[in-house]
């Protein structure tokens, strides 16, 4: 029987780490108070379990200094990195500019969050820095 509760027990923590994850894809900017109030946790936990989703490959994505988090699937990573690769080197306010443009930050429906599955991480901080990007 205990081992019954230990499944049970860690099926349903897949299941809200599950429901986590798609409840960020689905939003793509997400207020981490927002997020807290959602799963009943502390803003520090949401912050702590986005860092380790990110860790793990399950999320990408950027927090803004105004307490969101921005999901960027890795497609949309990788249209951004194309994009720098294209033209050199850049000002950060030319990628930000054309960021807007590769960048969707409309909220999804399940259906397309579900069908795009889990991506690998990708460093968005090692593509832009607070200098021009010069990409060979």
Known sequence: MQGTLEETSESEDQGLLGRFVDYIKQ???VPIEEAATE???RSSEVVDRIQGLEAMGRL???MDERGKFIYISKEEMEAVAAYIRRKGRISIAALAAQSNNLIDL???TATSVIAAGPGPAIDFDAMVGSEPVAVA
């Open 27 to 29: 939003r793509k900017m």
């Open 106 to 108: 409309e909220a999804k």
């Open 60 to 62: 990408t994505g950027v």
């Open 39 to 41: 799963f009943g946790l």
